[in-house]
């Protein structure tokens, strides 16, 4: 039971970093050098606002997966890479959702109105 815990918290967390990995190094690159704003940004909300469906579940089954993990050896007997895991992962999950409830939550707004300067 714990190898499968384990197998869906580590598939959860390449979904998250391999996304975000591919969205900026791969996908952005082109798609800001190769198409004007009111084709860019349009597209680029539909991915992002996909992608973050998938941000949200990796993080459900990150702290869902994590928490058992961490207390089938009790957090004082944990590790220190596995506090470390946990401090780095909550302040991802803070930054995810500033990032999702703030700049997306603007970009959203400004693609719908067509305004592509903002």
Do not use: D, Q
């Not at 391999?18 to 084709?39: C, D, Q, S, Y």
């Not at 909550?90 to 603007?106: D, E, G, K, Q």
């Amino acid at each position: 039971m714990y190898a499968l815990i384990k197998f869906f918290h580590l598939a959860a967390a390449i979904f998250w970093v391999g996304g975000m990995a591919f969205i900026m190094l791969a996908l952005r690159p082109p798609v800001h050098a190769n198409l004007e704003p009111p084709v860019r940004l349009p597209l680029m909300v539909a991915v992002l606002g996909r992608f973050f469906v998938v941000v949200w579940v990796s993080i459900a089954v990150l702290l869902a997966t994590g928490f058992p993990m961490s207390a089938s050896v009790g957090m004082k007997a944990a590790p220190l890479g596995w506090h470390l895991m946990l401090g780095i992962g909550l302040v991802m999950v803070a930054v995810f959702a500033h990032i999702y409830f703030a700049p997306f939550r603007r970009l959203k707004l400004a693609v719908a109105a067509g305004n592509w300067p903002e």
